[in-house]
């Protein structure tokens, strides 16, 4: 299994740009699905950017052009980066790795968009 440390989170003005990042540790991280997942309270958490052990990756609609995610398996992170940002996109944003029936979280960053 890995565990998952999330940062890069913080406040920014619309319009504006942050990356986050999850670092992991444990062992074979690139066999790992990594996922980027979003809540606002009292919403469910929702899945935001995907990336596969070959790199492929997939955006939930609301996110796309603007977000981008990446891997770096030699440094066992993976990133989100997010341009453009909007208000909306105002939450706690949580990492995931996923292997079958394994699923890890980290313990989550918050982004806020406000002027």
């Known amino acids: 299994q890995v565990q998952l440390v999330e940062s890069g989170g913080g406040l920014v003005q619309p319009g504006g740009s942050l990356r986050l990042s999850c670092a992991a540790s444990g062992s074979r991280f690139s066999t790992y699905t990594m996922n980027w997942y979003r809540q606002t309270p009292g919403e469910q958490r929702d899945v935001v950017a995907t990336?596969?052990?070959?790199?492929?990756?997939v955006y939930a609609d609301s996110v796309k052009g603007r977000f981008t995610i990446s891997r770096d398996n030699a440094e066992k992170t993976v990133y989100l980066q997010m341009n453009s940002l909007k208000p909306e996109d105002t939450a706690v944003y949580y990492c995931?790795?996923?292997?079958?029936?394994?699923?890890?979280w980290g313990r989550g960053t918050q982004v806020t968009v406000s002027s």
């Open positions: 990336i596969t052990s070959l790199g492929s990756t």
């Open positions: 995931n790795a996923q292997k079958g029936s394994l699923s890890n």
